[in-house]
């Protein structure tokens, strides 16, 4: 499972890398801005450098029992690059982020920091002359490298470490989907708004007869500047 799983990672690191060189040093994909309020067609090349707010629900799922669900507070930095696919104006957008998940509760501290790489396709509908309406939907991995609790007062606990945490431990790496709307403004800016959740759990054990489940869902919020 392991190995299959850094199989995953690693493929949609080179899609991502691979899509993005091709709009770098291809011949065909060239971004070449004009002067003009819009640059150029519908189906351009560009990037986007973006922040969000993430607000993110922890579910758990207990056998025989009803589920429970947590909040917390997510901001992620990233970037993704849209790149034309035909004469249409629809998009391929692979990309990376970094994600800060943290949460405080009844004295308990909680934080997560990781990596997310996400692939999307996007479709562009021109409204006007500064404003597109674009929906999207894709896929996401999300490498989980660091993330610990700590009560007021005590020691730090490594939610990933196995010895102390045992079945329980949380998983290094996630799979998940998204879909959502950004609104691109003069081309310069974009926001918008999606959901996000997990497909593969972040936990994923047994107490006594109890299979106990978690992962993480919600909602982001964009801001973005694009170029």
Not at 36 to 42: A, K, P, Q
């Amino acid at each position: 499972m392991k190995q299959l799983r850094l199989f995953v990672v690693a493929a949609m690191a080179a899609i991502s890398m691979s899509a993005m060189a091709q709009v770098t040093y291809g011949n065909d994909y060239q971004y070449k801005p004009t002067n003009s309020t819009i640059y150029g067609s519908d189906n351009e090349a560009f990037g986007l450098f973006y922040a969000q707010y993430n607000a993110t629900t922890q579910h758990m799922t207990v056998t025989n029992h009803d589920s429970e669900n947590e909040s917390l507070n997510g901001i992620t930095l990233g970037y993704s690059h849209f790149i034309p696919l035909g004469d249409i104006p629809l998009f391929v957008s692979p990309g990376g982020a970094v994600q800060y998940f943290f949460k405080s509760k009844d004295g308990v501290k909680t934080n997560m920091i990781s990596l997310k790489i996400p692939i999307n396709l996007m479709y562009s509908f021109q409204v006007s002359d500064a404003f597109r309406i674009e929906p999207y939907a894709g896929i996401y991995g999300r490498i989980n490298i660091w993330g610990q609790m700590k009560e007021d007062g005590g020691e730090s606990l490594n939610f990933f470490d196995s010895d102390k945490m045992g079945d329980a431990a949380a998983k290094r790496f996630q799979l998940g989907w998204n879909a959502g709307v950004n609104f691109r403004i003069t081309e310069a800016f974009t926001i918008g708004a999606g959901y996000f959740m997990d497909i593969l759990k972040l936990q994923d054990y047994t107490v006594g007869k109890h299979d106990i489940k978690t992962n993480f869902q919600g909602f982001d919020i964009t801001l973005g500047v694009n170029f």
